[in-house]
């Protein structure tokens, strides 16, 4: 498989557990915030989204929370499966920049164990 | 969704040489851009794909280094020149569209 999680911090869980992925941003201008997934050998895939007049977000199995005080995102993936096992990125933007440009997080490594 | 094509999807490099990597949108997009993952690392941006004018690039990538053409809005080009071994790395095309940012699946340069 492809080595990105060589350098990554990692989460291990078991099947039907809940997960938690944190991720903390650096630019207090940033409104609009998206989580990734990337699978082995793929591109990063859009999850959820949420902007800054939100403190919560759900969606099918996710959930995302933001704390805009201490800059933090989580995402909460619920009743994890085999298949959600992926490298997680976080990803901010100033939506009222010049242009569409994501800063993204370092990513979390998540392994669910059958 | 936009869907993104990238290739090559992988290559092995001569030090020296250049590798001209295309991205092609199967819609057209206002906006596209390249990333750079290194192997374990996270996503950084190279450069903005301007369509009919230079690429705007992020600190600490030059023009001479990774050119980039966007002849029209479905299609952009970024060429790898005077490759090292530094430059192994995944390199992703990505475009916006309807506020998402879609990406492409990639091409894995590893670099002799």
């Known amino acids: 498989g492809e080595n990105v999680g060589l350098h990554l911090p990692t989460l291990s869980v078991q099947e039907g557990d809940n997960s938690i992925i944190n991720c903390a941003y650096s630019n207090s201008a940033s409104d609009y915030f998206i989580w990734y997934k990337q699978e082995s050998g793929k591109g990063p895939q859009f999850i959820i989204d949420?902007?800054?007049?939100?403190d919560k977000r759900q969606g099918q199995r996710v959930t995302v929370l933001l704390n805009k005080t201490v800059k933090h995102l989580s995402l909460q993936i619920a009743a994890t499966q085999p298949g959600d096992s992926a490298v997680y990125f976080c990803a901010e933007i100033n939506s009222g920049g010049s242009n569409y440009k994501l800063t993204f997080g370092k990513g979390t490594l998540l392994t669910v164990n059958p | 969704s936009a869907v993104i094509s990238q290739k090559p999807s992988r290559d092995i490099c001569q030090r020296g040489t250049s590798l001209t990597i295309q991205c092609q949108v199967d819609?057209?997009?206002?906006?596209m851009f390249w990333y750079r993952q290194q192997p374990g690392q996270s996503l950084t941006l190279i450069a903005t794909a301007n369509q009919g004018s230079e690429a705007t690039y992020e600190s600490g990538f030059v023009i001479d280094k990774f050119p980039i053409s966007r002849p029209n809005l479905t299609f952009s080009t970024l060429t790898v020149s005077n490759m090292s071994p530094e430059d192994s790395s995944i390199y992703l095309c990505?475009?916006?569209?309807?506020?998402?940012?879609?990406f492409g699946e990639g091409s894995r340069l590893t670099v002799l």
């Open positions: 819609s057209q997009v206002t906006m």
């Open positions: 949420i902007r800054s007049n939100m």
């Open positions: 990505s475009a916006n569209q309807g506020g998402e940012l879609f």
